[in-house]
Each structure stands twice: as C-alpha cells, then as structure tokens.
C-alpha cells in the first residue's frame, strides 16, 4: 500500500540558528500535521524562495500555492486544519493569543538584532546589554505573565482546563516565543522580573517532550558541519570580557539557569 505523501512542505535555514523557521517547525510537530522539511544554506535561499527570505511553506493540495512568511504560514496551517486548535477556541484568549504573536512577529528590535539565536550557545562573562534591551525584556516578561494571567481567569469563568501554555493549550503563540526562550538561555538575560507564572510557563515549554525531541534536532544538526553559520558563532568573539561555550544536550531549565 502506497503511503500518500504529506501535504505541506517546510523550506526554511536550520533550526538552531533560524527562529522564524523553527517558529513554523514547533507548530507542525506540536500538533502532528504530517509534512516533510528542507533545510538550506544561506547561499541557496534566492534559489529556493520567490521572496528572498525563508520560511516558505509548499502545499501539495495546491499546487500554485507558496506561503511565505511564518507567521502568515502559521494562519493558513490554522485555516487548512480547523480541527486542530492552532489558536485558542475561545475567542477573547484567541484574540489575546494572536496579538502577542503579532507583537513578537513584528516587535523587539534590539533583541532580534543583539542576541541572534543560536540553540546551542551558551555566553558567560560581560554580556552586553545595549540601550533599549533591557526596557524590551522587561516587555517580554510583561507581556508573557498578562498572558498567563488572563488565561487563568478566562478558563476559570469557563470552566475549562488550564494546561498551563501561555494561553491554555498549546498554540501558535507559545510557538512564536520559543526561540525567545533561547535567546534567554544563550546570552544568561535576567529573570529578576520574571513571576511565578511565567517562571512556571518557562518551565513547561523547555520540559514538553515535543521541544525536548526538537532539542535534540538542534544538537543533531550540529553534528554536520556543512550546518554551520559562522557568523552566529561566537558573536562576541572579539571581546575578551565574554565567553562562548556550549549548552550541555542534557541540560535541564532552572531559575538559577
């Protein structure tokens, strides 16, 4: 019997380094829509990609049809599966959902641009922390313990389960923050304003079996060393105040990191 092939098609760079594709990878894999993936070098990208940048996303079903961009890609998987809860059902936490998706897709700009994602790295020493990063982790926090907070009473009006994501159950959102977290992890960015909700939500993302198994990718990737993109490594490589290390594949998250 002939196993009919996966509708979707994921291109993007490798996930270690890419947050947007791994964006797109965390919501395939959470929620099992069968697909098959392309990692690229950065060299290949215009030859791969109409737009000149990755993620894109094929669709077999429809064959004319290329989506780029993750979070436009992230919607037309919620509208191709409207029985998988790619967003919350409720719509008040929906709404809530996709505005911190949004904010994130389009937002923190001195994060993206000083603490580029990397899986693996693990800086120690004087990292820098430029004008306007501090105010924008403090945006982060804030912005993840309104999530859990609402969540919490909006599931308690309703009566529902709170499975403890960003807003309930897993969705697109809590996927969209992933990378975040490395970038919390790589660099050792303070917790100070972190609270217990979103200490606990932390806790969750980085010890789910569906992220422990993507973690493992990031650390298989890097066993080929055709994957590597020098230009994340060791960013701070010209200053003798910080050290770049590598997280240990056993690592397991903790407040004191």
Not at 93 to 105: F, I, T, Y
Not at 144 to 152: G, L
Not at 175 to 202: E, H, I, K, T
Request: hydrophobic share 40%; net charge negative.
């Amino acid at each position: 019997m002939t196993v009919p092939e996966p509708d979707y098609h994921l291109i993007g760079l490798h996930t270690r380094y890419s947050s947007w594709t791994a964006r797109v990878e965390a919501v395939l894999e959470y929620f099992q829509i069968p697909h098959t993936r392309q990692f690229i070098q950065v060299s290949e990208i215009k030859a791969c990609s109409p737009t000149g940048l990755v993620p894109i996303l094929q669709c077999h079903s429809l064959p004319s049809t290329t989506v780029t961009d993750s979070l436009a890609i992230c919607e037309f998987l919620a509208e191709s599966n409207p029985t998988l809860p790619l967003w919350p059902q409720d719509r008040h936490l929906r709404a809530l959902a996709r505005s911190a998706a949004a904010q994130m897709h389009s937002g923190f700009p001195v994060l993206r641009n000083t603490f580029h994602t990397n899986f693996l790295a693990r800086y120690t020493g004087n990292v820098p922390i430029p004008d306007g990063a501090a105010a924008e982790i403090a945006r982060m926090l804030r912005i993840w313990d309104s999530a859990r907070k609402a969540t919490a009473e909006r599931l308690g009006q309703l009566g529902e389960v709170d499975e403890g994501f960003l807003f309930g159950g897993f969705s697109i959102a809590d996927a969209f923050f992933w990378p975040v977290l490395w970038r919390f992890r790589s660099y050792g960015l303070s917790l100070d304003g972190a609270g217990p909700d979103v200490l606990a939500w932390m806790a969750k993302m980085w010890n789910d079996p569906v992220f422990k198994a993507l973690g493992d990718r990031y650390y298989v990737q890097a066993e080929d060393p055709q994957t590597c993109i020098p230009h994340y490594d060791d960013i701070f490589r010209d200053r003798d105040d910080v050290q770049y290390g590598l997280f240990p594949r056993d690592w397991t998250f903790s407040v004191s990191g």
